[in-house]
């Protein structure tokens, strides 16, 4: 854990450097929205979390769950540099036969809370998850990461309208708001803006940051609940392709894969 | 079956503080007295069943033993995805209570008759699907559905379903129970069309043909030592179902069927057919539509057994 912003910043760099190595090494897409969620699973897993890797399975860890399963390049890397499972693994994502699967499989590796890959599944189950913890009287935090294209959903907005009605003070969901989807802007495939203001409309705690300004995402991240029972979002504004500057806002490398050159580029950059 | 199910499950969770009952906005009136001896362990989810199922597959995955409870149709076809993704695929011991399967709620139209639950949830792996014959059958396979460690799909009926047993029967998951004994046909009544099988067999008995009755109560995994020693000694097995032919029990029995070498008896399906019901009528009206009746399974076993006869 730190709270040194240039540290965490150093870490999300690294991050990023597997994240872009391993799409290319294993043909991998979804590169661009990997990237742009690097800074926000940084803040969680070295900053915010209450997580030991030594015990990935204690009742009453920190939960955090990458709703957009599309991006678990990062959250492989995230995992693995935070201790959570060998870091040669990493070698092996996407190989046939390997834990490291292009969507998290249940119990793959420690650290992964749930499967996901299908969109407008996470909020769902991190709002049990906080549910639970209520039940239990355990009294952990669950974090939930969604992408903006996955707030076409409509699941999301069921969880949206139950975690209000549940007081789930202890549920907060950060949605990676890279203005892209698969294929168009997230603005225009359905109307999604306002984004922020639709979440306060649904009682929600709602806070808008630069999702690749590390001390505001710290910021928003361990603000206080303010005692009105209300769960939380965190509407973090991000570039899809974050960190290489050929990728940056670029919907092509949603699918496309770096060669042999971009690779070499990318990883330039990002030193 | 559902009176009883509410019976069971607060008693269960009287006992057992990890169990949670989550709602699809149904049974307010019937988990009145579960809210008042459970109290915390409620949730109405509202009309919003995919996030119900991964509600109830978050909480599992902490720990708790949650039972999720709406309409048969809205607990599986409405959330299929959540079941096969968030429950199936994680392996989570979470128990889908569906209410009113098959045509319970004939009168109510296709969006709320479940005659496809069945081949849609059997296609699932890690999934179990037990379908109780009576109220009886109902509150024992509650008590083992919350002793496995993996989902279940509990298909109910409505209310007012004639009791078959009148004592507890011996009750496994997986294990049929042999309600009565015959020695030329046996019936293998499914869920709440149990009854209907036992009045089949006694009209049958009326015809000189004794009939063993069955309950055959999980339709996930099947019963096979039950089917082997079935298809040996009678001449004809029948399964009687309120499901679609297309994917039912009758469906898995005939799957089962055709890799059994040499079996004597003939496989009977009595299901609802591939199309669904276009008219207002209840229960039995659709019932009686689809020939799932004593006497048109009488009829029909007694032209299988004496071709041109009957």
Redesign the interface.
């Known amino acids: 854990m730190t709270n040194n912003t240039g540290e965490l910043e150093s870490i999300a760099r690294r991050i990023r450097r597997a994240a872009v190595r391993m799409s290319h090494d294993a043909d991998v897409p979804h590169l661009g929205s990997s990237l742009s969620c690097v800074d926000i699973l940084t803040a969680l897993y070295w900053a915010t979390a209450r997580i030991d890797p030594a015990k990935p399975d204690a009742p009453g860890r920190d939960r955090i769950i990458l709703s957009k399963g599309h991006a678990v390049s990062s959250l492989y890397a995230a995992l693995s540099y935070r201790g959570f499972f060998p870091e040669t693994t990493l070698a092996s994502f996407g190989r046939p036969g390997a834990c490291l699967a292009e969507h998290p499989y249940p119990g793959c590796v420690p650290g992964i809370e749930a499967a996901t890959g299908s969109l407008g599944h996470g909020l769902s189950l991190g709002l049990g998850m906080a549910l639970a913890g209520k039940t239990l009287g355990l009294d952990y935090r669950t974090f939930v990461v969604l992408s903006d294209g996955e707030c076409n959903e409509g699941s999301v907005w069921e969880a949206a309208m139950m975690a209000p009605a549940q007081k789930l003070d202890n549920l907060t969901a950060i949605i990676d708001y890279n203005r892209w989807q698969a294929t168009g802007r997230s603005e225009e495939v359905l109307a999604l803006a306002p984004l922020a203001e639709k979440w306060k409309a649904f009682g929600w705690r709602t806070q808008e940051v630069d999702g690749h300004d590390m001390a505001a995402l710290l910021r928003a991240l361990r603000a206080p609940s303010g005692g009105d029972e209300k769960p939380s979002v965190i509407v973090a504004k991000t570039v899809k392709g974050k960190g290489v500057s050929f990728m940056e806002d670029n919907n092509n490398w949603h699918y496309r894969v770096p060669n042999e050159e971009e690779l070499k580029n990318a990883l330039k950059e990002l030193e | 079956m559902r009176n009883a199910f509410a019976r069971e499950i607060t008693a269960l969770a009287e006992k057992n503080e990890k169990i949670?009952l989550l709602s699809g906005d149904i049974g307010n009136k019937l988990f009145d007295d579960y809210k008042k001896k459970v109290r915390?362990?409620f949730?109405n989810?509202?009309v919003?069943e995919?996030?119900m199922?991964?509600?109830?597959?978050?909480?599992?995955?902490?720990?708790?033993r949650?039972v999720t409870y709406t309409i048969a149709s809205f607990s599986t076809t409405r959330c299929l995805?959540?079941i096969r993704?968030?429950i199936a695929?994680?392996?989570l011991p979470v128990i889908i209570v569906g209410v009113g399967g098959g045509l319970s709620y004939a009168e109510n139209g296709a969006s709320h008759q479940s005659c496809e639950d069945i081949a849609f949830l059997s296609a699932l792996p890690n999934m179990k699907i037990i379908c109780p014959g009576d109220a009886m059958e109902a509150t024992l396979a509650l008590r083992k559905a919350l002793e496995q460690d993996s989902p279940v799909y509990l298909r109910l009926g409505k209310k007012g379903e004639p009791a078959v047993h009148q004592a507890p029967p011996d009750f496994a998951i997986g294990k049929a129970i042999i309600v009565s004994k015959g020695s030329e046909v046996c019936l293998l009544g499914v869920g709440n069309m149990l009854p209907t099988a036992a009045a089949a067999a006694k009209a049958l008995k009326e015809h000189g043909i004794t009939a063993e009755v069955v309950s055959l109560h999980t339709a996930k995994p099947l019963d096979e030592e039950l089917l082997r020693a079935a298809f040996s000694r009678f001449s004809i097995v029948a399964t009687i179902e309120e499901h679609s032919i297309m994917g039912g029990v009758g469906s898995a029995v005939a799957q089962w069927l055709a890799q059994a070498p040499d079996q004597k008896a003939r496989l009977l399906e009595f299901a609802t057919p591939d199309r669904f019901f276009h008219t207002a009528g209840r229960q039995q009206y659709a019932r009686d539509c689809f020939g799932l009746t004593a006497d048109n399974i009488c009829g029909g076993i007694l032209r299988a057994l004496k071709p041109g006869k009957n």
């Open positions: 949670v915390g362990r949730f989810c509202g919003a995919a996030n199922m991964s509600v109830a597959a978050g909480m599992a995955m902490c720990g708790l949650p995805e959540q993704i968030d695929y994680h392996n």
